[in-house]
């Protein structure tokens, strides 16, 4: 479903559409065939999410994960987001997301929504500090959500990033304040969906939970989508997870393409999130902030 294909190789503004080079790629990389699989089934969940929920919106925190997301949502409504795409902006991105934002919002003609968060004085002050700050998404996501009034959020996560995140559904009902009940998650047998949520309450949706790293960056490949420059190596390191520019930062690496990368990746055992401050804090402050309804 190549159906939103460019050839261009940069777009003038330092954003790079990664056309391949001829670079052995490892063996496992992810098959057309499996690529093809994951686009459809993702498709499928976009679609079953805007047929049955009244008020949607795609949460877009521009990094490699929510680009791939933009693309299948234009590729599920034959070239066009029929929904807001949400930005919660702490104010804190690097220069090139920002520029990044601008310039694709446009181009993608999105709605796009942009919100502020809180300051930090607002959230809860016992949370250690990238913890903290990382929390000031949450409530300023609580925030967007009662200005629109939406009863679903698309978000880009997937189970294969961080062990919390492993637990969630593909429909994942939230409870009234935003929370997230681990306990409480309902069976998804064969496709069927709860996309139900109580009165008052919404549902995250999430597409790509069953990809993996290699296969965002696979599809990136194939599809030719553009991304920020800060994920290819520069004086050895690059950043595998985009955040905060205070509590992001990047990992040793030589990968300046995506082959490159997915290469790096059949051999490295650093995690993807090494560079977030917030996974090198106390054991439950990622949980706790999942659980109090963080992306």
Same mark, same amino acid.
């Given at each position: ?15 790079? /559409? ?32 805007? $047929? ?7 949460? *877009? ?13 234009? +590729? ?29 919002? +446009? ?27 990382? $929390? ?10 009662? +200005? ?14 961080? /062990? ?36 008052? /309450? ?14 965002? *960056? ?14 290819? /190596? ?34 490295? +055992? ?6 977030? $401050? ?6 439950? $402050? ?10």
């Amino acid at each position: 479903m190549h159906l939103l294909r460019s050839d261009s190789g940069a777009d003038g503004l330092g954003f790079t /559409a990664p056309v391949s080079e001829q670079i052995p790629v490892a063996q496992t990389a992810p098959s057309m065939d499996h690529l093809d699989q994951l686009e459809a089934q993702s498709i499928y969940i976009f679609r079953e999410a805007f $047929a049955r929920l009244k008020k949607i919106a795609l949460l *877009w925190s521009l990094g490699k994960d929510s680009n791939v997301m933009i693309w299948l949502a234009r +590729k599920a409504f034959f070239g066009r987001v029929p929904f807001p795409a949400l930005h919660v902006d702490t104010g804190k991105k690097f220069p090139e997301m920002y520029r990044f934002r601008d310039h694709y919002g +446009k181009e993608w003609e999105l709605d796009l929504r942009v919100e502020p968060c809180p300051p930090i004085d607002a959230v809860d002050p016992t949370l250690p500090p990238a913890a903290r700050s990382a $929390a000031r998404k949450t409530e300023g996501l609580k925030m967007a959500l009662a +200005k629109y009034g939406f009863d679903g959020l698309i978000a880009g996560i997937r189970r294969d990033e961080e /062990a919390t995140r492993a637990k969630e559904r593909v429909f994942s009902p939230r409870g009234l304040e935003g929370n997230w009940d681990v306990r409480d998650q309902p069976p998804e047998f064969w496709d069927h969906f709860n996309a139900s949520p109580p009165q008052g /309450a919404h549902l995250r949706i999430h597409p790509i939970l069953h990809w993996t790293e290699a296969d965002i *960056w696979a599809y990136t490949k194939r599809e030719n989508i553009p991304i920020i420059p800060l994920y290819l /190596a520069k004086d050895g390191k690059r950043y595998r997870s985009l955040g905060d520019q205070d509590i992001t930062n990047p990992v040793a690496s030589t990968a300046s393409n995506i082959d490159e990368i997915l290469i790096e990746l059949e051999q490295t +055992k650093v995690p993807e999130r090494a560079g977030r $401050a917030l996974d090198h804090e106390t054991e439950d $402050a990622f949980e706790r902030l999942r659980v109090a309804g963080y992306l």
